[in-house]
Structures are given as C-alpha cells and as structure tokens.
C-alpha cells in the first residue's frame, strides 16, 4: 500500500519513486506484535535479502511483519525518515483492522536500514514531514529497536557512502552531528537488541557498540551480540549457522516483552 494519499512529503529529489509498505500479517484472532522493517542499501538502494524474506521469518514465530520501500538517493534527508515515521503511524492507525498490538511494534533495521530505525529511536519526536491527516496523531515512537550490523556514528568510524547518499556532499557539521545516533540517545530512546560481526569490513562493529555505550550511559536496557566472523551485508546469514543464531536470539528477546 502507499504511504501518502498523494505526493510524498520532502520529495527533494523531484523523484517518482512511490514509498510504499508491504504487508506480511500472520493469521490470528487476538492481537499480536509486529515488526516494522527496513531493508539496508547504503541510502542507495534497498536490499532484498533483508525484507520479504525476513518478514517471513518474523511470521513463522507468530509475529506479524511489514516492509517499508522508503526513499534512498538521490532522495536526501528527511525522505527516508519521513517514510519510516508514515509506516509505523499507518500500522498503529491500523492496529484492530489487523489485530496488532499497537504497543508492541519494534522496527527492524540493516546496515543504512539500521540507521534510518535507530533515527527514528533517538529523533522520533523531532519535526518530521508528514501527510497532514489522522494517521499523523499516531504516535511514531518505536516499542524497540533491531538493529543489524547498524550505520549509526558519523565519527570515525563511520560508513561514507551511507552518509553521502543520506545528507549529500556539503551537509553542515549540524546535519552530520545530528545524524550521528549515538550522541541522541535520551532516556526515552526504546529499548533495543543489536547484533554485528566483528570482521565486518564495511560498516565497523565499534557503530553497535557506541549505540550501546550510550543506552547503557541513559539506562536502557539493551541485548548486543558481536559475533567473531562474517562479512557485512549477511542478513538472515543461511551461509553461517553462528551468526544465523541472532534471529532467535531476537525473537526470544522480542517474545520475553510480550511480542
């Protein structure tokens, strides 16, 4: 389904790309947690082996899963927030037509999709576009985060192209600043479960671990699992039994809050 009604807010790349959400729910009478999530890409593109699949993952453990196709380059910020925001508003908008329980919807993010949910975690209350009608009184505040192999500093470890396809070339030290999630964290961020490799040569596990230094600093509770092997990008990670191990981890973390 589309995000908007009509043209997408922030559409300050002119572009036709139509955002839209894609549905996975699992069938029940009683409502049941959700998971929002966004696929990884670098700000570039959005990758396919971190979304249907995964919400097919999320369903076979009985929890109802959605992906959003929100906007990468040359869309700049706040079009991908925008998108994430719109998402998680439509799907507590539309909690009793599909029996989710609106109090437990975590967003689920990889790499640059990492990013853009803890964005939302840490900026969600910041003056995001939107469509200007009742799905906009929705809250867009995260239940929890999941973030895999997350963009999140734009220090010295951060991912550059990320950052590029995100803010531009000539972003100001205030948008780079305000981009680096870990100096945002307060103690109304959701809680969240993270997960990297520690030989990922792309985006550098040290983005999980400042994420959780600073939840840790705020007191919020947190799950990080930095696993010895494997490349950036794994998603499910079928080629690596070990580090498959984060989906049940994450499930068992998500079904001990009540998902």
């Not at 729910?25 to 929002?36: C, D, I, M």
């Not at 799905?135 to 999941?146: E, G, H």
Request: charged share 15%; hydrophobic share 40%.
């Amino acid at each position: 389904m589309n995000l908007y009604p009509s043209a997408p807010p922030a559409n300050n790349a002119q572009s036709d790309f139509i955002p839209t959400l894609d549905l996975y729910p699992v069938q029940t009478k009683e409502p049941k947690g959700a998971v929002l999530i966004c696929p990884g890409g670098g700000y570039g593109n959005r990758a396919a082996h971190e979304g249907k699949n995964v919400a097919e993952a999320f369903n076979a453990q009985g929890i109802h899963a959605f992906v959003v196709q929100y906007r990468v380059s040359p869309n700049r910020h706040p079009a991908p927030l925008a998108d994430v925001s719109r998402a998680l508003r439509i799907i507590r908008a539309n909690a009793n037509a599909w029996h989710v329980n609106p109090n437990h919807i975590a967003v689920c993010g990889f790499s640059a999709g990492g990013h853009l949910t803890a964005s939302l975690g840490v900026h969600y209350a910041s003056d995001i576009p939107g469509a200007g009608d009742n799905i906009d009184k929705q809250s867009n505040r995260p239940d929890a985060l999941i973030l895999s192999y997350p963009v999140i500093s734009a220090g010295e470890f951060q991912h550059k192209g990320s950052f590029k396809n995100l803010l531009g070339e000539d972003a100001s030290e205030k948008m780079i600043e305000f981009m680096s999630l870990e100096k945002h964290v307060t103690e109304k961020t959701p809680p969240a479960f993270l997960w990297h490799t520690a030989e990922d040569a792309g985006v550098p596990a040290e983005n999980s671990m400042l994420f959780a230094q600073a939840l840790s600093k705020h007191n919020i509770p947190y799950e990080l699992h930095i696993f010895p092997n494997g490349r950036h990008g794994l998603g499910l990670a079928p080629e690596l039994p070990n580090v498959a191990a984060w989906f049940n981890l994450c499930v068992t973390y998500l079904k001990n809050m009540g998902w």
